[in-house]
């Protein structure tokens, strides 16, 4: 049985100011707890219906805590998703310093003000599957510990590394050879264009993309031309963020198959 | 000012099955509703504030229909949205049979009971964007017309003739010579795999993939490997249904370049 104190404190961490203090964030679903049981991240608190105890025993086991059996009833009081799953953890957040030049020869993706929840947690699924080393956030790019965001990683928030930092500060802290690609309206088809196999990959802003500060750090301007054939006098302004990642990172990895 | 028989018309387009009756959909947000005014949809109401059918006074006039000017909070209480926007449209629903054999030269995409209304939208603006013909959809697939996948197209609706149909039937209208892409974990690397200019991508349900009466008629099953290196024993189980579609779209078209 959940105290009210309980569910005071887990209720208390879908506000990012609270999860700052606590150094915790909720996580729900069976496949994310799992995936999360299964990593390097530190579970302080499981709450999970008998049958779901029953039917993870070795998942549980994996991550050292003991769990607290409650109704679904009880977990309903305590989601941060519209809906109720069998079981809800509570995660440490890791702290970590970013070091810019442990990237030197790696794929990474840096975000510049990514704003959309579904956005952020569907980028970091995109960059585990494409096999991206870490993903770098600018500090005005929506907390990677907002429910809506761990939830929409689908697990990949347990395998990919993310970090916060400003952008300038850590673009201006690789080497002058460093290759930082870009998204560009005047930038050079990415269907064209050499690519390496390390650097970093700026997405940019749903609204206004990459912002003057970090622009002027790219290297190499890209464009995801459009294969529209008119049809009104217009086609679709632009991509999707999280589709032009996609995009984007299926053209790099494509080449060094 | 809105009559209380004017709000309750509207707000009942908010389900399919008053939709079906009236024949008619909400549109909202400028630039959807400026890219409507541009197409051969018929739109049938127009409501506004009064700067912002000033400051569209040309568009309005394309669409042949004399705004009816509202305040904000009028528009608060008929948008289907989170956010109310300066501009709200009441647009004819086209009546459109599917003939298959119109299709027979061109790439099209068939959605099979996808069922995600920011997903649906998310595939007709990749579709506008990869000059797709049409985007062919099974009769489970969530509505066209649902205010959420009307928004997430970003006026990609206006361009990119949407059709819905049993895709069994639509599939074996086809000529046998046809082909019918469908990705599959046992699929061929689709970045390896030659591929056509013209046939069906069949896109799968977001949770179940293509089902067992649609995969049948695939030619050729395709895959998009994960580059992902390991790390807890595990990756991504999976991309979401708009980035997959996307990845697929851009292989696709990259190769007629």
Same mark, same amino acid.
């Given at each position: 049985?959940?105290? +009210?104190? !309980?569910?005071?404190?887990?209720?208390?961490?879908?506000?990012?100011?609270?999860?700052?203090? %606590?150094? %915790?964030?909720?996580?729900? +679903?069976?496949?994310?707890?799992?995936? @999360?049981?299964? #990593?390097?991240?530190?579970?302080?608190?499981?709450?999970?219906?008998?049958?779901?105890?029953?039917?993870?025993?070795?998942?549980?086991? @994996?991550?050292?805590?003991?769990? %607290? !059996?409650?109704?679904?009833?009880?977990?309903?009081?305590?989601?941060? @998703?519209?809906?109720?799953?069998?079981?809800?953890?509570?995660? #440490?957040?890791?702290?970590?310093?970013?070091?810019?030049?442990?990237?030197?020869?790696?794929?990474?993706?840096?975000?510049?003000?990514?704003?959309?929840?579904?956005? @952020?947690?569907?980028?970091?699924?995109?960059?585990?599957?494409? +096999?991206?080393?870490?993903?770098?956030?600018?500090?005005?790019?929506?907390?990677?510990?907002?429910?809506?965001?761990?939830?929409?990683?689908?697990?990949?928030?347990?395998? &990919?590394?993310?970090?916060?930092?400003?952008?300038?500060?850590?673009?201006?802290?690789?080497?002058?050879?460093?290759?930082?690609?870009?998204?560009?309206?005047?930038?050079?088809? &990415?269907?064209?264009?050499?690519?390496?196999?390390? +650097?970093?990959?700026?997405?940019?802003?749903?609204?206004?993309?990459?912002?003057?500060?970090?622009?002027?750090?790219?290297?190499?301007?890209?464009?995801?031309?459009?294969?529209?054939?008119?049809?009104?006098?217009?086609?679709?302004?632009?991509?999707?963020?999280?589709?032009?990642?996609?995009?984007?990172?299926?053209?790099?990895?494509?080449?060094?198959?």
């Amino acid at each position: 049985m959940l105290s +009210g104190n !309980q569910v005071k404190t887990i209720n208390a961490l879908k506000l990012k100011k609270n999860r700052e203090i %606590q150094r %915790q964030f909720i996580a729900e +679903g069976s496949k994310l707890v799992i995936d @999360l049981l299964y #990593s390097s991240y530190h579970i302080n608190a499981l709450y999970a219906t008998p049958e779901w105890i029953g039917m993870n025993a070795a998942s549980v086991r @994996l991550g050292k805590i003991i769990p %607290q !059996q409650v109704t679904e009833k009880e977990l309903s009081r305590i989601t941060a @998703l519209n809906t109720t799953s069998p079981v809800l953890a509570i995660v #440490s957040i890791p702290s970590a310093e970013v070091q810019p030049l442990s990237f030197n020869n790696k794929l990474v993706l840096a975000l510049d003000d990514i704003r959309d929840p579904g956005n @952020l947690g569907t980028i970091i699924r995109i960059a585990d599957w494409y +096999g991206i080393s870490a993903v770098i956030c600018s500090e005005t790019t929506v907390d990677l510990y907002n429910p809506k965001v761990v939830q929409a990683t689908m697990g990949s928030i347990a395998r &990919i590394p993310v970090h916060y930092t400003s952008l300038a500060d850590f673009l201006s802290g690789l080497p002058a050879t460093h290759k930082v690609y870009g998204s560009f309206l005047e930038g050079e088809n &990415i269907y064209a264009k050499e690519l390496s196999d390390k +650097g970093v990959i700026i997405i940019g802003n749903e609204s206004n993309g990459i912002s003057g500060s970090v622009a002027k750090f790219v290297t190499d301007k890209l464009h995801i031309p459009s294969f529209s054939t008119g049809g009104f006098g217009e086609h679709a302004e632009s991509l999707n963020a999280s589709v032009a990642t996609a995009v984007i990172c299926s053209e790099f990895k494509r080449r060094i198959m």
